[in-house]
């Protein structure tokens, strides 16, 4: 043990660091403590030349984790019109990379993408996170951090597009219709209004969701309700309270078989844009329920490829980009 020890004492110095020879180490340093994520975003190549950036930071807020987008972006140097894909997931679960029945979804957004479009698909804080309304202040967030990085992700800031499915329908609904709203966003004075929107399932009245079992509990949690939600706290939630003449277009998609979700939402939606004098066009496919889930694969499908194909329709024509 001794011979032990006095081999290991014998090597210590030339462990240890400042030993003779050894060069001292370098790094860059800040005059200030520096917060951002620097660990290098590499993108991933998709079909026809576009490039995806995962989980780039929109956002960081004290106490929670940071906010992220995905961007999707062409190959041709644009600037090109902006669509936010917002997710689905009753407000307390889901992410930025499914959507529906779709199979692969980061394929379908780098197909828009290679039509044109850069596309970002969004993370928000959940219902479990942060209450109502976290969720819009992040929509509104994100649109402006893709704003002030136009030029690094092909961006042209005066055409943009909103897209979400069911809790993501509401949201991308909400953020069209709030629009420098700063009752609900402080931030939201300055920010970039929208030019087109699209909805999925989405609700837009939540006064009206006692209709399905799990209505009232998804909106309580998402407004941090105990117990049944005052008619307050379900107006200032609802899109249908804040459509006005100046909101963009609207295309609304639902299934009239819907449970999670009644079809009435929609159609109290396109009736409240309609007497506002708002341009919205509305598709109701029969006989399918949420996320267009049909009574066989085939139907489902078909429901499915009919709203994504109209979807696409749709941005191409109100934000002005000649189908390829």
């Not at 107006?235 to 309270?241: D, G, I, K």
């Amino acid at each position: 043990m001794r011979f032990a020890s006095f081999i290991m004492v014998g090597l210590l110095p030339a462990l240890m660091p400042g030993a003779a020879g050894a060069q001292a180490r370098d790094f860059p340093v800040a005059a200030t403590p520096v917060l951002e994520d620097r660990f290098p975003i590499q993108p991933v190549a998709f079909p026809n030349g576009v490039k995806a950036y995962r989980d780039v930071t929109y956002q960081t807020l004290p106490g929670y984790r940071p906010q992220i987008v995905d961007i999707y972006v062409p190959a041709s140097p644009g600037p090109h019109p902006l669509i936010l894909y917002i997710h689905g997931g009753g407000w307390i679960g889901g992410h930025t990379r499914h959507s529906g029945a779709l199979a692969d979804f980061p394929k379908v957004l780098a197909a828009l993408a290679a039509e044109g479009f850069t596309v970002a698909s969004l993370e928000y804080r959940l219902s479990g996170e942060a209450k109502f309304p976290a969720q819009l202040q992040d929509a509104n967030a994100a649109l402006r951090f893709l704003h002030k990085n136009a030029a690094a992700y092909r961006i042209d800031p005066a055409r943009t597009g909103l897209w979400g499915g069911s809790a993501g329908g509401h949201l991308a609904a909400l953020t069209a219709v709030t629009c420098r709203n700063t009752a609900l966003d402080p931030a939201a004075a300055g920010d970039p209004c929208v030019q087109a929107v699209v909805t999925w399932y989405g609700v837009y009245d939540f006064t009206g969701m006692n209709a399905t079992p799990d209505g009232n509990a998804a909106g309580g949690k998402l407004l941090g309700c105990q117990g049944a939600c005052p008619a307050d706290r379900l107006r200032a939630v609802s899109p249908v309270t804040y459509i006005d003449a100046k909101d963009p277009p609207f295309l609304l998609i639902h299934g009239t078989g819907d449970k999670v979700v009644p079809v009435d939402q929609s159609h109290l939606g396109e009736a409240a844009l309609k007497a506002a004098g708002v341009p919205v066009e509305a598709i109701y496919i029969p006989a399918v329920d949420h996320s267009f889930i049909g009574a066989t694969p085939a139907a489902t499908r078909d429901a499915t490829l009919k709203a994504t194909n109209a979807t696409f329709d749709f941005f191409h024509k109100v934000l002005g980009v000649a189908r390829r």
